[in-house]
């Protein structure tokens, strides 16, 4: 099974601030990998496909890259709409595995 | 308008069974792979089973290998969980997403449900 590690669990940032996620693979995907951010009681929404795409709709302040075993997603200047939580996903192989979470707090 | 509304959700013995539904709206459902995803309260969120678009193949997490049943139909575009010798860890929040296809290949749309939520609890 591939594991997915991601870091870190939890960031506190202000409005206007870069923030970066990361997500390791325990063996290479590809670029098999999407981000996801859940609002409490709401839920994912997909930000990023095929570890760099920019999902239809998403504001172009996400951004994300990597590929084989190493993945970033990067806020270029957190809005306020952004405190949230952070997965990555692989869809490379079964069993599908979700990062554990990154909650992103305002600080 | 993309939909997938899931339902049948609700509070079950341990050891007692329950059937979710997804109903699916708005795209063409066949054409694609459907996943359920979990999310016990206050945790991460679990991918638990994927079935493919046509071939109806299948694939499971290995903490419901045996007791959950993931099946489709097309023709109604409904997707289902059957779920069997429920555990208090089953516990969660339960999603349907086009997460990707079965063989890895990712979709340009991302579609989920509310989702439903079990509770399994003597």
């Known amino acids: 099974d591939i594991q997915m590690t991601q870091s870190p669990s939890s960031l506190s940032a202000s409005v206007g601030d870069r923030v970066t996620i990361t997500c390791r693979a325990s063996?290479?995907?590809?670029?098999?990998l999407g981000w996801y951010q859940q609002k409490p009681g709401k839920a994912p929404k997909r930000l990023i496909y095929a570890a760099s795409s920019l999902q239809s709709g998403v504001p172009s302040r996400f951004s994300g890259s990597g590929s084989g075993t190493e993945f970033t997603l990067t806020i270029s200047s957190l809005q306020p709409e952004d405190f949230a939580t952070y997965y990555c996903l692989q869809h490379n192989s079964f069993p599908r595995t979700f990062g554990q979470g990154t909650k992103l707090e305002i600080k | 308008e993309v939909q997938l509304l899931e339902s049948g959700g609700g509070l079950v013995h341990p050891g007692g069974s329950l059937r979710l539904s997804c109903a699916a709206s708005?795209?063409?459902?066949?054409?694609?792979?459907m996943s359920w995803v979990r999310q016990a309260p206050g945790k991460g969120l679990e991918w638990v089973s994927t079935?493919?678009?046509?071939?109806?193949?299948?694939y499971y997490a290995d903490s419901v290998k045996g007791r959950f049943t993931i099946s489709r139909d097309n023709s109604k575009k409904m997707l289902y969980l059957q779920m069997n010798s429920l555990r208090a860890d089953d516990t969660a929040g339960y999603y349907c997403?086009?997460?990707?296809?079965?063989?890895?290949?990712?979709?340009?749309?991302?579609?989920w449900g509310q989702g439903t939520l079990v509770t399994v609890s003597s």
């Open positions: 079935i493919s678009g046509i071939s109806g193949s299948t």
């Open positions: 997403a086009n997460l990707a296809s079965t063989s890895g290949d990712y979709y340009e749309t991302d579609y």
């Open positions: 063996q290479g995907i590809r670029n098999d």
């Open positions: 708005g795209f063409t459902f066949r054409n694609y792979a």
